[in-house]
């Protein structure tokens, strides 16, 4: 098991349809909102069953349009999942 705590920035405007993606992928479990006149900062939980599949996550993640930066804030790993 790998969890990620990961703060996203959304380039203006362009949040509301990126924010459906996520919501809608069972790995994500998105917080409230925030940003304001900027860009748009979502805290984000990633859950994901491996350290390779948290990698593939993150980086479908960056590959989403609209999505400028990813914050890792913290990844915790089950020492006991192989």
Partial sequence: MSVSALVVTFR???GPEALRRLT????FLVGPTAG???PLRVPVVLD???PE?????HEW???QAGVVFVDVVAVVLDPEAS
């Fill in 24 to 27: 809608g992928d069972h790995r």
């Fill in 48 to 50: 994901t069953a491996s």
């Fill in 36 to 38: 304001g006149e900027g």
């Fill in 53 to 57: 599949e948290d990698r593939r996550a």
């Fill in 12 to 14: 203006k405007g362009s």
């Fill in 61 to 63: 993640l960056l590959e």
